[in-house]
């Protein structure tokens, strides 16, 4: 997968819009987008994926520029539930979970 | 659809022992992979087993292993602990093995003292 560079950390207080931005300067032609979520003490969640423009779904929207190096990552009016680890992921559509590696992510924390 | 379990969830064990954990995917994925995920270094690929055949490895040395079954339960062995064994390990189940087709068990936290 492609190497991506996102922030270690964002603080936001509850009912604001979060905005996480990734990365991504080698992205290849044929790659995806995918951002995934992880609770403490859980397994990661597949949030959203794009390839190009805007995705939006019932927990996010991903907005991706016309040169595609680099995407963001929207939550609408976080609650303390979105406090979670979002890990930004880049890679062509047949690539085996064998490439799957999280590095850091992006650690949220939401504050009452 | 149930999803992925993992059991147990917590586990202590000493260096030195084995250790066995179990993870069953969801219904109708067949394949299932195995990840651990330490602070330092992340998430790390183990295998994946697909169809009961282990389809890809990563780069642990050989007291890792693991197993599928006709149902698609997988297990995954650790024998002779070390310290640096202490991690989350995740199994995730996957229709196509895809890396962003990957549901995620709980995870089983292991702790080696």
């Known amino acids: 997968l492609a190497k991506t560079t996102q922030p270690i950390s964002m603080d936001s207080y509850e009912g604001q819009e979060v905005n996480i931005t990734c990365s991504h300067n080698n992205i290849a032609t044929n790659d995806y987008i995918t951002w995934y979520q992880q609770f403490p003490s859980q397994g990661p969640r597949f949030i959203i994926q794009?390839?190009?423009t805007k995705v939006t779904n019932e927990v996010a929207s991903l907005f991706i520029p016309a040169d595609r190096k680099s995407s963001t990552l929207s939550l609408p009016r976080v609650s303390l539930s979105d406090t979670a680890v979002y890990y930004c992921l880049v890679g062509p559509p047949g690539a085996g979970s064998y490439q799957l590696t999280f590095g850091k992510g992006t650690k949220l924390s939401v504050i009452p | 659809k149930a999803g992925v379990t993992q059991t147990p969830r917590y586990l202590i064990k000493t260096r030195g022992q084995q250790v066995t954990l179990s993870c069953s995917p969801i219904?109708?994925?067949?394949?299932v992979s195995w990840y651990q995920q330490t602070p330092g270094q992340g998430l790390q690929f183990l295998f994946e087993?697909?169809?009961?055949?282990?389809?890809n490895k990563g780069n642990f040395p050989g007291r890792f292993s693991g197993r599928q079954f006709s149902n698609s339960r997988s297990e995954m062995n650790v024998s002779t602990l070390e310290l640096g064994d202490s991690a989350l390990y995740l199994c995730?189940?996957?229709?196509?093995?895809?890396?962003?087709?990957?549901?995620f068990g709980p995870g089983t936290r292991l702790t080696v003292t």
């Open positions: 219904s109708g994925h067949r394949s």
């Open positions: 794009g390839y190009k």
């Open positions: 087993y697909f169809s009961e055949t282990q389809r």
């Open positions: 995730a189940s996957s229709p196509t093995g895809d890396f962003y087709e990957q549901y």
